[in-house]
Structures are given as structure tokens and as C-alpha cells.
């Protein structure tokens, strides 16, 4: 049997006056310190246990990361919009993370955050606590939500950690992924949220021990897309993104999902390849020689061609395809050497720049493997298309009346006309 990390219940010590909490609960009531490694990582036979009891949980049969994934937003997607009703969110600039509530080895609390690469954090910190309805000793368990870890700035140019919440998959063992999102979300606020946010009403002072704290993620109508560019991306106190558009009447899919659009400003759509560099071999030079160097060697310093590789899907040696090489100014290869970090076969997000060549933006440590090819495609497809703010902002108008034309319909059905 493999053993959790063991932690602590604190339902015996909420209920009561928050005063009595032993010294050595506060001295573990510390904030994360990274939204990159939130906890302790599960590894070996418990990764492997962990991942199978997800499973089982989703009553898939594949164990890995089982997040929908968006495809990017193209300009066919304008006219999507206006045949389904959709709501639309800002798209963090944090770290996707699916949250796991359930049970240690002693019945008590646990969570985990799971990564896009399913590696599993165990949160340590034994605060977090999402009570029941109706009773704020009891806590969720089999319960696994989707959302984004990010950093919000305060006033006092202090960090937060902050779990911003935009699905529910699983809540206490049961199944939501065939309702729709408004129901999911419902099921979600009515719960989960509602319970948790009164728990603070009641104990405010449990606020400074917690690891993080969690919110339900705003969503608009979909055709609000001035509200979103005039009032919520300016008021955010995290990085943004873009947009993400979510279709209200479909069911929550594994993998790639079609109904869910990602749309970013063109100059910002990227790609994340694997880096493959290839270093020249090159002739000693007359002082080299001197020196005693006679035969040809590698030359580290020079900028080296950089490949960027694209996943295929499969397993086999021809996993990868080359896509394109990757532009480095000397400039830049002197700034990557000096990092004194691995970088071959690294994930690096790119863009183009104007002068149509792939530029690097930063390492994707976060991920373990390129976009697959048929991202890329979808990625391409919307740096051609340049659906930039201004035509969302003018289909907008179209949107709202097939929305509303849709509602009326909807409403005459029922009153049976």
C-alpha cells in the first residue's frame, strides 16, 4: 500500500473560536511561495497511484493530464459565435492546474494541484479547507476542479497567490462532465464556492493562513466583448492572456476541445517547440594549432542552428517533425550561454516577428512537450487570419441579436407556439 503525505485535519479547530488554533498551525499558515511548484511532488508509486485513482474517478482509462485544451481562435470562429451561445473570460497569464480534494490515509483533508505535464504538487500547507453545506467541519472530497494559478499585485506591491476556478469536472465522486457549463458552474458556486467564501465571513482571521485563495473565474455573455476590453482586462490584477470563449451548451471534453477558442492579440500567438541545436564543427586556426588543437572540434560560441520541433503524436522514433529553424541574434546566444542552464531539447514559446522569422519569447519549463502539429496548424491559421480586438468588437453586435434571437425562440418553444 503506498502511503500520502499525511496532514492534519483542522475541521476539530474551525467551528470553534479561531483564537484556541495550537502555535504550531500557524507557523505552517504561509502563502506558496511559487505557483510553479505550489508543494511537494509526488513521485514513484504514489505519482502512479495518484494518477490511477483520477482516472477511475473520471472512469477514463488513460492516465494522463485529463484537461480540455482550447483550440486558437480563427476568423471561421467569428461566425461559430453567433451559431451557439458562448461565454467569454480573460485568459491568465499564469499556470493551468486541475485542484484534487480528497482524503489522506488518516480520512483527513488533502489537496493536490495537477500540472499540464501530470506531475501531482501535494499541498502542504494544512489550512485549505472547502466545507460542506451546512457544515463547516465536513470537507469535499473526490472532487476535481479546473482553473489557473496566478499572482495578484496589491496595492501595497505585495504578491497573492490566487486558484482562479473556470470548471468543475467532479464534485464528492459525482460525475459533471456531460452537464453544460452554466449547470457545471452552478453546481460549482452552489457547493463549493458559496460554502467556502461564508467560511471566511466567519472566520475572517483564517484569511493570513492560507496557501492561496480561490475565486470563481468572471464569465460574460459572449457578445460581451466591450465590457471585457474597457472594464475587466483593465482592472485585472494579474497578467492577461487574451480571451477565452467557452460553449454554454456542450459537455466538458478531455484533450482538445473545439469548443473552447482561444483568442489572443495576432501579435501575441505563439507556438511552444521542442529546440533541437546543432553546433558547428570547425577547423583549428593557426594559434589554435600552436596551442596544440589539430583536429577539427565543436564551437560552442558560435550561434548554432536551432531547430524547432513539432510533435507528432505517437511514441516512436519519428515523434517529432522539423518545422522550421529558429532566429538567434549573437546578442541573444550570449544571453542563453550565460544562463549556464541545459537548453537543448528544451520547449520554448515563439512568435513571428515582422519579418516573418520565429523569435524566442521564454522557456516553457511548465510543459513536457511541444504543441502538437495540428495546434500548430490551428495557431497558423490565426496569425493568417489577424482577428485582432476591433473585429471582435464589431461582430459583437451580431452576436448579441443571434443570442437573443435564439432566447426568444427558446422561450416561444416553451410556451408552446
Known sequence: MVSRPS???????????????????????????????PGVRAEGQLLYTMRKEVADLLGRHQTGFPGAQPVS?????????????????????????LLYS???EAGAEAHYLIDRKNDYWFITNRNLHFPLEGDASAFH???????????DSLPSGKKEPRFLVFDCLVMDGNKLM????????????????????????DFPDELRFQPFFVEMKPFQLGYGIEMMFK??????????DGLIFTCRNTAYKHGTDPHILKWKPPEENTI???????????????????????????????VPRSELLVFRGDSGPERYEIFNDLYLTEDEWETLKSLGDPLNDRIIECNLDDQ???????????????NHKSTVTSVLESINDRVCDQDLLRAAPTIRDAWKARQAAEQDAKRGR
Request: hydrophobic content about 30%; overall charge negative; proline content about 5%.
Open 73 to 97: 481562435f480563427a476568423r471561421k470562429h467569428l461566425d461559430e459565435l453567433t451559431k451557439q451561445d458562448y461565454y467569454v473570460c480573460e485568459k491568465s497569464d499564469g499556470i493551468r492546474y
Open 231 to 240: 472594464q475587466v482586462l483593465p482592472g485585472l490584477k494579474h497578467g492577461n
Open 272 to 302: 511552444d517547440f521542442r529546440i533541437k541545436l546543432h553546433f558547428p564543427l570547425v577547423e583549428p586556426d593557426e594559434e589554435e594549432r600552436r596551442e596544440g588543437v589539430t583536429e577539427p572540434f565543436v564551437d560552442y560560441d558560435s
Open 141 to 151: 472530497s473526490a472532487t476535481l476542479i479546473d482553473g489557473e494559478l496566478v499572482w
Open 178 to 201: 456531460d452537464r453544460t457549463l452554466d449547470k457545471r458552474l452552478a453546481y460549482f458556486r452552489e457547493r463549493l464556492y458559496t460554502p467556502y467564501k461564508k467560511l471566511f465571513k
Open 102 to 104: 480528497t482524503e489522506d
Open 356 to 370: 516573418g522569422r520565429w523569435r524566442m519569447i521564454r522557456f516553457r519549463d511548465d510543459k513536457s512537450e511541444a
Open 7 to 37: 496532514s492534519p485535519t483542522i475541521r476539530s479547530v474551525w467551528p470553534t473560536n479561531t483564537r484556541t488554533r495550537p502555535a504550531m498551525d500557524q507557523s505552517t499558515g504561509d502563502q506558496i511561495a511559487s505557483i510553479s511548484e
